[in-house]
C-alpha cells in the first residue's frame, strides 16, 4: 500500500494540535479503520474502469463536434452540444429516467451482437424536424408521438448522427451501426434484461433557444468483445494516425475530381498587326512547324507532354510520345488526349 504524503501545512497543523492536546486519538484510528474500505454496490457492479471512461468520454466529445456541425446545417441555425456525463447505470434505472413519449431509434452494431439505443429528447427533435422543414424551430408544449411525415423527416436525421457516430468511434473500434426502428415509449424496447449494467453518454444539445439531452445506451454484453481496446493511449495514438491518413484519402479523391483545361497546338506563327487586321476568309496563315514535328499540349498554361496528331474512333487525337514533365505516369505510358 502506498503510504500518504502530507502536505507541509498538514504537517504544521498536526503538530500544532499535538502541542495543544487537541488530538482525538481515537477518532484519528477510527478513521484510519474506515479508509481500509470501499462501499460497493453488487447491485451496480462497475463494468468499465476509469481509463475506459475517459477513452469513451474522448471518443463522444469528437462525436459532439460533429454533431454540432451536421445539425447546424440541417437545421440552418445555430447549435451547440457538449458531453454532459459517461455513466455506467442498470438498464432499468435509464428507462425510468427517460420521458414518456420520447423518440428512441434501435441500432444494431456490427460486427458485435447485439442492440443499442440512441435517444433524443421530444423538445429537441421536433425543433429540428420543424427547422428542417422551413419553421422557426419552435418545440412543442406537449409531448406526443411522431406523425408519419416527422417519422420519415427524423429517420434521415438519425441516419446522419449514425453517420457521426460511426465516424468518431472508428478511431477506437471499427463498429457499423445500423438503424432497425423507431419508437416512443421507452418500456417497449427490451435490449437487454433490466438488471444488467449498460454504458450511457449523454449529450446536451441546445438549438437556439430549445435545449435537450441525446443518450446512447449500449448493454455492457455487447461492448465485452471489445472493451479492452478502450483506451485513453490507444484513441491518442489512433486519432493522430487515422486522422493524418483519412486527410490524405479524402484529399487524394477531391483533387480526382478536379477539371483541368488541356489544350492541344498545332502549331504558331508571328504575323503583324496590320497583316492580322488584313486577314479574310480563305487566307492562309504559314505556321513554323511541318506536320512532322510534335505538337505541344498544355495543361493549363504549361507545356506538359509532346504528342503526333491523329485520329480515334472518327475524332481527332493525338498520341503523347514525350513527356515534359511527370504527372505521375511513366513515360512509356500511352495516353490519348481526345479533342472537340
Known sequence: MVPEVLSQAEIDALLQALSSG????????KSEEEKK???????????????????????????????????????????????ASVDQISYDEF????VQPTVIAVLDMYPLSGSAMLEIAPSLIFAIIDRSLGGKGESLSKPRSLTDIERMVAERIFMRILELLEE?????????FRFVNLESNPFFVQICPGSDMVLVVTLKVQLGNIEGLMNFCVPYFVMEPVVDRLSSQRWFASTGRKGTENAKEKLTERLKDIKVPVVVELGHAEIE???????????????EESYADPVAVRIGSNVKFYAAPGTSKGRYAVRITDVVQKLGAEEEDVVWLMTS
Open 22 to 29: 487537541h488530538v482525538d486519538i481515537e477518532a484519528i484510528k
Open 37 to 83: 474500505f470501499k462501499i460497493y454496490d453488487f447491485r451496480r457492479p462497475d463494468k468499465f474502469s476509469k481509463d475506459q471512461l475517459r477513452a469513451i468520454q474522448m471518443v463522444h466529445e469528437s462525436f459532439a463536434r460533429q454533431v454540432t456541425t451536421a445539425i447546424s446545417t440541417m437545421a440552418r441555425s445555430l447549435v451547440s452540444a457538449e458531453v
Open 95 to 98: 428507462v425510468r429516467s427517460l
Open 168 to 176: 468518431s468511434w472508428s478511431t477506437v473500434v471499427d463498429l457499423k
Open 273 to 287: 498587326l496590320k497583316e492580322l487586321l488584313g486577314l479574310r476568309p480563305g487566307d492562309v496563315i504559314r505556321l
